[in-house]
């Protein structure tokens, strides 16, 4: 074979490799240029895959701050209805204050929970308490209420003498009548022999 015809041999060879490997996929079936620029099936599920999670996430996202904004909002309303006097009740001091038997007169841990309520109704003069007085079974019911009455009226003393008005404050006896714990035990009856100090909203 002459050299000239060999070198004819080889172009024609190349050509046809050439075209072996030429795309087979019909024209009108290929995806558009710039509509995927014809890359993988696989990249183009995973893009899918990607796209769709970054939808749920944002879209998780969302719903937690807004669940965590209605939350908020929901306890400054709570908030807002209160009272100062009634956001302090039940921190730091509950407000009860507890007697001896027979007794109507303030203890110095007594003393501590009027002044720390007194302060709040100082702060705000818009606010007015009630202070009912309580005592144990013991006794008749005609002495109870006037112990109870004399118990309440010890507490609203200790309050004038941390500035608060004695018309900002209502005294009420309700004797025996209302105990705070049932039984016939000296624990019953320690915890029932009180003055409990409330908001007047009337």
């Known amino acids: 074979m002459t050299r000239m015809n060999w070198i ?5 060879m190349v050509m046809l ?3 072996s490997s030429a795309p087979t996929v019909p ?3 290929r995806i558009p240029e710039g509509e995927g620029d014809y890359r993988d099936v696989d990249d183009l ?6 796209d769709e999670s970054s939808v749920e996430t944002s879209a998780e996202e969302s719903d937690s701050a807004l669940a965590e904004e209605d ?12 009272s100062p006097f009634e956001q302090a009740m039940g921190e730091t001091y509950d407000p009860v204050i507890y007697f001896g038997y027979d007794q109507s007169q303030l203890d110095e841990a007594s003393m501590a929970t009027v002044q720390h309520f007194a302060n709040i109704l100082v702060d ?3 606010e007015r308490i009630k202070l009912i007085g ?3 079974e013991r006794g008749s019911q005609e002495y109870n209420l006037a112990l109870g009455e004399r118990r309440a009226q010890a507490v609203a003393e200790a309050f004038m003498l941390y500035g608060v008005s004695d018309v900002r404050m209502e005294i009420i006896s309700m004797g025996e009548t209302e105990p705070a714990a049932e039984g016939q035990t000296e624990k019953a009856w320690a915890l029932n022999r009180r ?5 007047d909203n009337e």
């Open 8 to 12: 004819g041999l080889s172009l024609a």
């Open 17 to 19: 490799g050439g075209c």
């Open 27 to 29: 024209e009108d079936q």
């Open 45 to 50: 599920v995973r893009q899918s895959q990607q």
């Open 71 to 82: 939350l908020t909002e929901a306890d400054s309303l709570n908030k807002g209805e209160l």
């Open 124 to 126: 705000n003069p818009d």
């Open 134 to 136: 309580h005592t144990d």
């Open 195 to 199: 003055v409990e100090i409330e908001p």
